[in-house]
């Protein structure tokens, strides 16, 4: 891997601009001071693989509907009806995921890992702070692939339009209304909601911000804050954690979509795209694709990864040898729950040995790359590394 040193982001620069969680506990940066150099057809080969992966995981998303497979994925029962009325209807828009690959430096082939379809993180550090990194170096701004600000404004023009084509937008958007939300406490989560709620903003929504607990759920009126009405409704808030902790609330949602009193984003079926469940139902439909691991829900006979269906940050995963022997292991609250059985691939590595996993964010299209850095396991201490086409 070819890795340019840069001068890091000051932490006062980092604070002025709304980014607050940059020292992690251990008190040592979450930016480095380090920009991954990638070539332009490297650059294309993320983006072809991000589209070519998406339509793949809605043929696979439509495999589990028809065949009811809904358990198998891990997916909670009281979620399995909102999933299939918001797959059915266009327009519950997908507005952006994230898919983590490996590979796809030096030669190195690109593997799918998992989608983050629901509520994926590095939204703004992917599409600010690696931008910032090239500005304040006095680096080329645009030797980037990174357009997710712009993909996501488009995309939001798609839940009027529902077409590639968003010139219609305007004749077409009746005052649309968006009401952003998440769990009050994680700067983290405020901030990237914030930074959603500004693309929606500038596509040509009416947009307004409040904490889900400030917020008036009715089954048959829809979704309320401060006496407003609002056609959209934007939670930060995973879908899994509204099934199992606002059981009540997932059953408003339900009867809000039935009636069809709003249109939450994301949709309940990109719960199906981040179970890391849908990745063996990818290798039985497309076996020894180019893109995929081999994945089942029972232990290869090869060096594997062992994955919580629906867990995040690295949280129980596991790395085990080709006799199911535990290499490497952390810990987390996801441990009695479903899990995947999948390949081992090695991630690209610097010269000291430290792991790179890609990034690419996906808004109706691939749009931006980024990269986590780590060691054997990618977990909450890994570092957000930016890239700059060379």
Not at 182 to 209: C, I, M, P, W, Y
Request: aromatic letters at 14%; a negative charge; hydrophobic letters at 40%.
């Amino acid at each position: 891997m070819n890795i340019l040193k840069i001068s890091p982001l000051r932490t006062d620069y980092l604070e002025k601009i709304g980014f607050s969680w940059h020292t992690d506990l251990d008190n040592s940066p979450y930016i480095t001071d380090e920009l991954v150099q990638v070539s332009q057809n490297e650059c294309e080969a993320y983006y072809n693989a991000a589209n070519e992966l998406y339509d793949m995981f809605i043929k696979a998303a439509q495999y589990v509907i028809d065949n009811d497979l809904f358990h198998d994925l891990g997916i909670p029962f009281n979620l399995i009806e909102i999933i299939k009325m918001s797959w059915e209807n266009e327009v519950h828009w997908h507005l952006y995921g994230r898919f983590d690959f490996a590979g796809g430096l030096d030669g190195e082939p690109i593997k799918l890992l998992e989608f983050n379809a629901d509520t994926p993180t590095g939204v703004f550090e992917t599409a600010i702070l690696q931008w910032a990194m090239l500005k304040q170096n006095n680096l080329e701004e645009n030797s980037q692939f990174n357009d997710l600000f712009d993909g996501l404004i488009e995309n939001f023009r798609r839940l009027v339009t529902l077409e590639d084509d968003t010139s219609k937008f305007d004749e077409l958007n009746e005052g649309w209304k968006i009401l952003f939300s998440t769990v009050s406490g994680s700067d983290e989560d405020t901030t990237t909601t914030r930074f959603l709620q500004a693309a929606a903003k500038q596509a040509g929504f009416e947009t307004n911000f409040a904490f889900v607990d400030e917020i008036e759920f009715s089954d048959d009126e829809g979704i309320f804050y401060n006496g407003q009405n609002y056609e959209y409704f934007f939670k930060l808030i995973p879908w899994e954690s509204i099934a199992i902790s606002e059981g009540e609330l997932a059953l408003i949602l339900t009867n809000i979509i039935k009636n069809q009193k709003a249109i939450i984003l994301n949709p309940a079926y990109t719960l199906l795209f981040q179970s890391k469940g849908i990745m063996k139902i990818l290798w039985d439909l497309y076996p020894n694709h180019p893109l995929l691991l081999e994945s089942k829900f029972s232990p290869l006979n090869k060096k594997q990864v062992k994955k919580p269906f629906l867990a995040r940050e690295g949280a129980n995963v596991s790395i085990l040898d080709e006799n199911k022997n535990v290499i490497c292991e952390n810990g987390g609250e996801y441990g009695d729950g479903k899990f995947l059985y999948q390949e081992y691939v090695e991630l690209n590595k610097d010269k000291n040995g430290s792991k790179y996993q890609a990034g690419v964010f996906f808004a109706y299209e691939g749009c931006a790359l980024g990269f986590r850095k780590g060691g054997e396991i990618l977990d909450n201490y890994s570092k957000f590394t930016g890239h700059i086409i060379k």
